[in-house]
């Protein structure tokens, strides 16, 4: 998968958005605002939770929320 994105960039990101399931290493998400350069705190706030969820069951880390 990594080098399908590699090869094909943006726009194989853009195809994989709802004909690709998501998984646990696979998970898209939309900003607040997408007409907007950069991420807000809520963006990065989902983003941060994101990470984290994908850690727990890989490294074996615990947060609280």
């Known amino acids: 998968m990594f080098n399908q994105i590699k090869d094909a960039g943006y726009n194989g ?6 004909t690709r399931e ?6 898209f998400k939309a ?3 997408p007409r907007t350069v950069g991420l807000k705190k809520e963006d990065k706030r989902v983003m ?13 880390l615990s ?3």
Do not use: Q, S
């Not at 990101?13 to 709802?18: A, D, P, Q, S, V």
């Open 31 to 33: 900003k607040t605002d």
């Open 48 to 60: 941060l939770k994101r990470y984290l969820d994908f850690l727990i069951p890989v490294v074996g």
């Open 13 to 18: 990101i853009k195809n994989m958005i709802g």
């Open 22 to 27: 998501e998984t646990l290493f696979l998970d």
């Open 63 to 65: 947060y609280g929320e």
